[in-house]
C-alpha cells in the first residue's frame, strides 16, 4: 500500500526528486513526511514542487461525495468569487472566517457574520476564528457535534489557514496525530488528506486553490495596516510598482486596508497617469481588489483606474458600523 506524507498528503515516492512526496528509497518504509515537508518544517526552507489546484476541479470531486463541508476564507479574501465557489457546493456546508484577529479593532465579530449573511446573501451557517488559545476551535467542534457531523471536508484558498484549522482542533482533542505541515507560502498541501482526530470527529484537510484574478498572492499573516492618503489634483496612488494606478478626485481622503508586508507595493505617486477605467462609488461604498486589500473612501466619489474589472469588486462597507 502507498504511504502518504502526513505533511502534505502527497504518495511518498523515491523515483523523482523534483516531484511530491519524494523521499531516499532508504527512508521510504518509516518516513513520516515527505523530503519537502521535512525541510520546510524543520530548516524553513521553500520548494515548489506542483502547481496550484483548479477550485472548481475540487469542489466538482466534493460534490460527487455526500460529506459535509467546512469553507475557510479570511476577511481580505472575502469576496463574490470565493462565495461563488462556497455556493458551488452542494453538500451541506459552513462558512468559516479565519484570522479575524487580525481585523482592526472596530470592526466586531457579530458584524462580520452580518455582513456577510447581508451582502453575500449566505444563508448556510457563519463561524468565526482566529486569534489566542485557538480562538472559535471549541465552538466549531462543539456546532459539529451538536448537528451530528463526524466527518467534513476543509477547502479554501491556499493560505486561508485550513490545515492549521486540523492541527489547532487537534491539539484541544488532544490528538496524537503527525502535525500537517503549514506555511505562510502557498500551496503547502498538494493532495487530499484524511485525519481521524478522536472516535467523533475525522477532517480531511485538501489542497487550496488560488483566485485566477488576484493582483497578488503573496499574503502575510500580519494585522490588517491601515494607510491613509488625501491626495492633490495631480496625483495618484500607485500599486505594485507602477503596475496599476487609480486616480481618486482631490478632496477624498482614503484608506488602503491591506496586510501586504512591503508597504512599497502600495504608494502615492505624485503624477497623475491616463486612466480607462471610470468607478463611481457611493457613499459608504467600499472598493475591493482581490490580492491587495479594501479601499474605504470617506464620500462619494469617481476614480480612474487600470486595475481589471475582474480584479475588482464595489460593495457597501463593513466601515463605519452599519451593520452591528
Ligand atoms: N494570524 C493568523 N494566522 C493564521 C491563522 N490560521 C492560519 N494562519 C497562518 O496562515 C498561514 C497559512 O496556513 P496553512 O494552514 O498552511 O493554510 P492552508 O489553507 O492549509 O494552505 P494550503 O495548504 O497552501 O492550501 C500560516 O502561516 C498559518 O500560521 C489564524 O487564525 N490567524
Ligand atoms: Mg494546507
Do not use: W
Amino acid at each position: 500500500m502507498t504511504r502518504i506524507c502526513y505533511g502534505c498528503g502527497a504518495p511518498l515516492q523515491s523515483t523523482d526528486k523534483d516531484k511530491k512526496g519524494y523521499i531516499p528509497e532508504n527512508k521510504i518504509n518509516d518516513a513520516s513526511y515527505c523530503m519537502r515537508c521535512f525541510r520546510m518544517m524543520h530548516y524553513g526552507e521553500q520548494s515548489v514542487v506542483d502547481t496550484p489546484k483548479d477550485a472548481k476541479e475540487i469542489i466538482r470531486k466534493v460534490n460527487k461525495d455526500n460529506k459535509y463541508v467546512i469553507f475557510l476564507v479570511d476577511y481580505l479574501n472575502l469576496n463574490q468569487y470565493v462565495i461563488d465557489l462556497f455556493q458551488s457546493i452542494k453538500n451541506n456546508k459552513l462558512l468559516v472566517v479565519n484570522k479575524c484577529e487580525l481585523l482592526p479593532d472596530n470592526i466586531t465579530y457579530p458584524m462580520v457574520k452580518n455582513y456577510i449573511k447581508d451582502i453575500y446573501k449566505v444563508s448556510a451557517d457563519i463561524k468565526i476564528k482566529g486569534g489566542t488559545a485557538n480562538h472559535g476551535i471549541s465552538s466549531i467542534y462543539n456546532y459539529l457535534m451538536n448537528n451530528n457531523i463526524h466527518e467534513a471536508y476543509l477547502l479554501g484558498i491556499s493560505n486561508s489557514g485550513k490545515s492549521t484549522f486540523i492541527n489547532d482542533m487537534a491539539t484541544i482533542l488532544e490528538s496524537k496525530i503527525n502535525k500537517i505541515n503549514t506555511n505562510k507560502h502557498a500551496n503547502t498541501t498538494l493532495d487530499f488528506m484524511r485525519v481521524r482526530l478522536n472516535n467523533e470527529l475525522t477532517l480531511i484537510d485538501s489542497p487550496g486553490f488560488i483566485i485566477p484574478t488576484s493582483l497578488c498572492n503573496d499574503v502575510t499573516n500580519e494585522d490588517i495596516k491601515s494607510l491613509s492618503y488625501n491626495l492633490k489634483d495631480n496625483e495618484s496612488i500607485q500599486l505594485l510598482n507602477n503596475k496599476y494606478f487609480i486616480n481618486i478626485s482631490e478632496g477624498t481622503p482614503v484608506t488602503f486596508y491591506t496586510n501586504l508586508k512591503d508597504n512599497n507595493l502600495i504608494k502615492k505617486h505624485f503624477k497623475e497617469e491616463v486612466l480607462d477605467n471610470e468607478l463611481s462609488i457611493e457613499d459608504n461604498q467600499d472598493l475591493i481588489i482581490y490580492g491587495l486589500g479594501i479601499i474605504r473612501f470617506k464620500n462619494k466619489t469617481t476614480i480612474k483606474t487600470n486595475i481589471p474589472t475582474e480584479s475588482i469588486e464595489i460593495r457597501n462597507s463593513i466601515f463605519g458600523g452599519y451593520y452591528e
